[in-house]
């Protein structure tokens, strides 16, 4: 009989990862001035962290990484998050387009790209969404034409975050002659690295979320060219190379610790000796939490061993943005408030964070529709 | 996992599945005890393995024999394993005398209290124990209760003596209240407990072995419901095929990994010498695990449909026990609650080192 549909076996932090953690708490303490929401845009910051090796710190130190464990990694970003240290600028590459980039790209490109996200340098954006192809993927419609020297691309990104700062995108399209998508759903899907800041054919505009920030953009390609060594990857192999990147994307602590300000200022509100039925729910948000960590660790421990845990990291994100969800939820039924971003009362302002935000959380990396498609297909269902 | 252990688990669940049938669950149900079943567990030496090889254990870990409870818990074995295991714990650590036979433990409710005075060169037992697993079944039962100088441990050849209020759980498995008005007993069969084996450690441990039996249980309810899922034919197809129950069943298996792994947190906890740390943790299996079993069970039921409710298929064995468990040595909310108190006394600037450090 199937008596454990997915695996998440119990993982111990090495030693090592535990003195990081020490270290990285001294570096937020002596950089709390910095300290505020992780998708701000530092690049000082992120230097500061590449200056310590915390950037690319897995990868191979022939391209500027450290070669330390899945587990330091894991410690450092669940540090970050918690902190609400302001890592977006190299976010991405750290975590996706540079993990990806090492097991898809050439030799060229790894010694190219790699170091300089390493030293913080370089940042990444993801080019997958479009206008009709969200949780489709496989409907792209933008094309890419081989032309003399390299490839021409046409067609649109929507949902980019970040585009209109980031250096590079990897873009996710298909080749011109890719066929019927009847037929094969998946032929001819192709990626690139694409210069954002030194391409002509590239039109950016912004789209403001309904928080009124400035992540998201359209992009426009127009007769792109991107050259030959700037293919990523093998022709026709985009979906496979797209899932590896997408099982980077998803298995991190960053699905659960979203709003984890917010349970800090609920457990603030609480006071030290709060009614059984506020420690309940409290409690109960906690224990969820908990129990995440320990799932996404274990994945931590799975990519350690060279592993790709798709569906359990599609298990993790699920989980984890229906906690992050319930928490606003909570929040306002425990301690009501009106809620204000600007407003001087942290929970307050938090509460409206948590509030507006939620809904992207199961939306982004995967809507929690998609992900239930995985887990289900896991489970043989499909 | 370690070889041993491998090796274990796998000849266990081959005793498991051999002997639990819906049979052995319908008699157990129906009041009769499963002598062979037990027999079998018996002979493996599992119920007291964690005991010294001097005092008839074989010095077993902990996480070995609460890995074997995970397994009875996926075949709904209707024997007081746990109880036995940790009545032999309690009985032994005290150096009174364990048995073979099955064995229940108390109190098992967090404000039952069982006195003792002296009386002679033995003593007279009063108080309450409600709810003991299999107290009638079992050949020995072992109690703490408080002397005039602290915890002492009892042991008790059956209910002679004591009133009983026969009841069982949801599950039909025996939950017989005990009351004692000076019940005598005799000077060797009390002893004093050792530091660390208390109310509060066997309530954690019995708290614990509930929610490892329920993650157990749970893979069971969601094996049988993938299984169901592929068979069951509706407009043509497998039920499994359509998304709306794909997605379900997506939610479900995402809750079972959560107990799975919550349920192994708990377990290593043991190993923590600060109580309050390791109730904390436990605590934190006891409400994550109870929560997934109220959404798991609820969607395994959703998927089966009719047959799902009735008593001769046998997913209710798992759903039954599930809604039982999530209640015995310690509902979720009364365990959140404990979560609960637990970060707030810390403070929400302790919050994050609370959750990572350790």
Redesign the interface.
């Known amino acids: ?6 695996r ?1 076996d ?1 993982v111990e932090l090495p030693p090592a990862a535990k003195a990081l ?1 020490q270290e990285v708490r001294a570096f937020l303490e002596h950089n709390r001035a910095s300290l505020g929401n992780r998708r701000d845009y530092d690049h000082a910051f992120s230097r500061k962290m590449a200056e310590r090796g915390w950037i690319g710190m897995t990868w191979p130190k022939q391209y500027g990484g450290h070669e330390r464990t899945a587990f330091e990694r894991y410690v450092l970003i ?1 540090e970050m998050l ?1 902190a609400g240290a302001p890592v977006g600028f190299h976010w991405t590459a750290d975590r996706q387009s540079g993990p990806n980039i090492l097991r898809y790209g050439t030799d060229e490109q790894k010694d190219y790209f790699l170091p300089r996200i390493a030293r913080g340098d370089l940042s990444f954006c993801i080019g997958m969404s479009e206008p009709d192809s969200g949780s489709d993927l496989a409907g792209t419609r933008t094309r890419a034409v081989k032309v003399d020297g390299g490839f021409r691309i046409n067609g649109s990104k929507l949902w980019t975050s970040n585009a209109h700062r980031a250096d590079y995108m990897i873009l996710f399209c298909k080749m011109a002659d890719a066929g019927q998508d009847e037929v094969d759903r998946h032929a001819g899907a192709t990626q690139f690295l694409v210069d954002l800041k030194n391409s002509p054919g590239i039109e950016i505009r912004p789209v403001i979320n309904l928080i009124g920030e400035h992540h998201f953009n359209q992009l426009f390609l127009t007769d792109l060219f991107v050259p030959d060594n700037r293919l990523f990857g093998e022709i026709g192999n985009g979906w496979r190379q797209v899932s590896s990147e997408l099982a980077f994307e998803r298995s991190g602590p960053d699905r659960f610790l979203v709003l ?1 300000k917010l ?3 609920m ?2 509100v ?5 009614d ?9 948000l ?10 996404s660790l ?1 994945i931590a421990g799975m990519l350690q061993e060279g592993l790709q845990p798709l569906n ?1 990291a599609a ?1 993790t994100k ?2 984890g943005t229906r906690y992050e969800q319930d928490l606003p939820v909570v929040a306002r039924q425990l301690f009501p408030a009106e809620p204000e971003i600007a407003a001087v009362d942290t929970y307050v302002s938090m509460l409206a964070r948590g509030t507006m935000n939620a809904p992207r959380l199961s939306i982004q990396g995967g809507t929690r ?1 998609i ?3 995985i ?2 297909r ?5 | 996992m370690r070889d041993e252990t491998r090796m274990l688990l796998e000849s266990m669940n081959r005793l498991f599945e051999d002997h639990c049938t819906k049979q052995i669950a319908d008699n157990a149900e129906a009041g009769t005890f499963p002598g062979a079943l037990w027999q079998a567990v018996s002979e493996t030496g599992v119920p007291l393995a964690a005991l010294p090889e001097s005092a008839g254990g074989a010095d077993a870990e902990w996480s070995d024999l609460y890995a074997v409870l995970r397994v009875a818990g996926r075949f709904s074995a209707p024997i007081p394993l746990a109880e036995t295991m940790l009545a032999a714990w309690i009985a032994s650590s005290a150096g009174l005398e364990v048995s073979e036979k099955p064995m229940t433990v108390g109190p098992v409710r967090a404000d039952d209290r069982l006195t003792l005075e002296r009386d002679g060169n033995g003593w007279r037992l009063s108080g309450r124990a409600g709810r003991l697993p299999w107290a009638t079944d079992v050949a020995r039962i072992v109690l703490l209760a408080d002397g005039p100088d602290g915890a002492m441990a009892v042991a008790l050849d059956g209910t002679a003596g004591a009133e009983v209020e026969a009841g069982r759980n949801m599950a039909g498995e025996p939950r017989d209240t005990l009351s004692f008005s000076g019940l005598r007993v005799a000077g060797d069969a009390v002893a004093p407990v050792v530091t660390g084996v208390d109310r509060a450690a066997l309530y954690r441990r019995g708290a614990l072995a509930r929610a490892v039996l329920m993650a157990g249980a749970m893979e069971r309810a969601l094996d049988t419901a993938v299984t169901y899922a592929g068979e069951r034919k509706q407009f043509g197809r497998p039920i499994g095929k359509f998304q709306a129950v794909q997605q379900q069943l997506a939610v479900m298996a995402g809750q079972v990994a959560a107990a799975g792994a919550a349920a192994d947190a708990g377990v290593e906890a043991l190993s923590i010498d600060d109580p309050a740390r390791q109730e904390f943790l436990i605590a934190i299996a006891k409400t994550r695990v109870g929560d997934a079993a109220t959404l798991a069970s609820e969607i395994a039921h959703q998927v089966h449909g009719a047959i799902g409710f009735t008593k001769e298929y046998s997913l209710q064995l798992s759903t039954r026990r599930l809604w039982s468990w999530r209640e015995e040595f310690g509902g979720d909310t009364e365990w959140a609650a404990r979560v609960g108190a637990y970060v707030c006394a810390g403070g929400a600037d302790a919050l994050w080192p609370t959750l990572t450090d350790g």
């Open positions: 009989m199937m008596q454990q549909a997915f998440f119990p953690r669940e918690a984890f349970l800090t200022e457990v603030r609480a006071g030290p000796g709060p059984r039925a506020t420690a309940a729910a409290l409690g109960r906690v224990s969820q939490l908990a129990t995440l960590r320990r799932m274990s359990e298990v699920d989980l529709e992900l239930r498609g887990i289900a896991g489970l043989g269902l499909r």
